[in-house]
């Protein structure tokens, strides 16, 4: 018998914790590297891309509100100058650090919260897998309308939640994480301001246990805004005197009918009922456990803004989507920490949790299937044709004459050309023709037409494009509202007809010889 002198090797075993967290880890990258690679592929979203020309206007000196029109407030555009200006710096494609940025800073609030979740103890105490789970609802949700003004939203408030949830509970938080929460829910609410009202519901949730309004939390939101609210009234007065009362004014004419939004959000009310009942049979331990209960408080609220809105683009309803799902993750969470589940109610409590979940995939992968179809394939879709032919005609300056925002941009972000018009699409000017039809002083106070007609001629585009499929015949109307317009207009040929559009260009006269315009009328100035 020989005794070897080498010991046997050691069996190199994780534990089942950090089993949990390696899985977590691989499907947190993968989840993320997925979402990136749809972003980066895919064309850029054309309210981001809006977005990123009006920073970089007025990054070039342009005065916002006046020379370029945009009815959202300031922040999102400050926001989206700065990775305009990191690509600049880097010499590469605005999308490819707008997209990555956006993204890190709503995975920078999540990973924020599910550190604070850690106190909660049970299936909350290990901060890696909760992030990857909420990442995983933060990046796939939102599906193609990823970085949009809302999906910032719901991100900068959720640390808010988590430390509001706590304080009900009977638990005190750090002063500076309440005071920093405070400020991310109050820029979180800057960015659509109607969601300053959802302070008021959410500390009217909090007094029903003895909270009272003045802690540290609430004060620090509610200073954040007054203090946006000042510099915008000091940097950008523009906005409150022109953007608002457009706003007010012209933006009516995109709304939908309650039946219509009713049907749209089908699926959110659904998912809202479904953490309605689940709340109900957890109502005895409420009182101990307010987390759900204020997920859906918020979502609740989020949807009557949503409402108030009166728009059926998803993103509006991307905060009360991700906060529903969220609510109904935590209730699940929360039965599995417990043991095994017991009982006919925790066990159909399961059943409508999972299948209200599976009908929020479902949808978000329904959504998200063109932008990675696109990411895939590229295939020659309506707006990549345009954008050829411009490039093909060696267009510099360029108008379309629709109402969707896409045949503006990423048209001019992807082509370079110089965009003949203050307006991103002419929702403003079918806002003038909706509210002429019962304010007789529409024209007169809300003059669009003059001021498309106005950019027209002092832009003069090489490539016009006209949407035939709206029932607006926009050149009607600007030859109506300057006939200047139409003795310009008469120097345009049509190239090409696809998809509902008819492609024009501009003979080698000019445009100026017309009609001599000593200046592009700013809004303030016209009215």
């Not at 109607?194 to 909090?206: I, K, P, S, T």
């Amino acid at each position: 018998m020989s005794l070897s002198l080498h010991p046997a090797p050691r069996r190199l075993t994780l534990s089942p914790r950090a089993l949990v967290r390696a899985a977590s880890l691989a499907a947190f990258l993968a989840v993320l590297g997925f979402v990136l690679f749809v972003a980066l592929r895919s064309p850029l979203k054309d309210d981001i891309a809006w977005l990123l020309y009006v920073a970089r206007r007025w990054m070039a000196g342009r005065e916002l509100y006046i020379d370029v029109v945009e009815v959202n407030p300031p922040l999102i555009i400050w926001i989206s100058a700065l990775p305009l200006r990191i690509a600049q710096w880097l010499s590469v494609d605005p999308q490819f650090v707008a997209m990555p940025f956006l993204v890190a800073a709503v995975l920078a609030c999540v990973w924020w919260s599910a550190g604070l979740l850690r106190t909660r103890g049970g299936p909350f105490a290990e901060r890696l897998p909760v992030f990857a789970i909420m990442a995983a609802v933060f990046l796939l949700i939102p599906a193609g309308e990823l970085g949009q003004r809302e999906h910032l939203l719901i991100a900068g408030f959720l640390p808010y939640l988590v430390l509001l949830a706590r304080r009900m509970d009977g638990k005190r938080e750090a002063l500076a994480a309440a005071i920093a929460a405070g400020v991310f829910a109050g820029l979180g609410a800057a960015l659509k301001p109607r969601y300053g009202g959802m302070f008021v519901v959410l500390e009217c949730l909090a007094m029903t246990r003895g909270l009272r309004p003045w802690r540290a939390m609430p004060v620090a939101a509610a200073t954040t805004l007054c203090a946006y609210a000042g510099l915008v009234a000091l940097v950008c007065p523009a906005y409150l005197r022109n953007a608002i009362p457009m706003a007010l004014a012209l933006y009516g004419a995109t709304d939908v009918p309650m039946t219509a939004l009713l049907a749209d959000s089908a699926l959110l009310i659904a998912g809202m009922a479904a953490a309605a009942v689940l709340l109900w049979l957890r109502r005895d331990r409420l009182k101990g456990d307010s987390l759900m209960l204020i997920l859906v408080v918020f979502a609740v609220t989020s949807t009557v803004i949503c409402f108030m809105d009166g728009k059926d683009w998803f993103y509006h309803r991307i905060p009360a989507t991700i906060a529903t799902v969220l609510a109904l993750l935590s209730w699940i969470a929360a039965e599995i920490g417990r043991g095994r589940p017991r009982g006919g109610a925790a066990l159909a409590g399961l059943a409508i949790g999972i299948a209200a979940l599976g009908m929020f995939w479902t949808d978000s992968a329904q959504r998200l299937q063109p932008a990675l179809i696109a990411a895939i394939q590229p295939r020659t879709t309506t707006v990549e044709r345009l954008e050829a032919m411009i490039k093909a005609e060696h267009a510099r300056t360029y108008i379309a004459f629709s109402e969707w925002i896409a045949l503006g941009f990423p048209v001019v972000n992807e082509t370079g050309v110089v965009w003949a018009s203050r307006f991103d699409s002419m929702w403003a000017l079918k806002g003038e023709i909706w509210r002429a039809g019962f304010d007789p002083a529409a024209s007169r106070e809300w003059p669009v037409a003059r001021w498309v007609a106005h950019d027209f001629i002092a832009g003069c585009p090489d490539i016009a494009v006209v949407d035939t499929r709206e029932r607006i015949n926009y050149i009607k109307v600007l030859r109506t509202a300057d006939p200047a317009f139409g003795r310009v207009w008469s120097r345009y040929r049509q190239i090409a007809a696809f998809d509902g559009l008819v492609v024009y260009r501009r003979g080698k006269g000019g445009c100026l010889d017309v009609w001599v315009a000593a200046e592009a009328h700013p809004i303030g100035r016209v009215r």
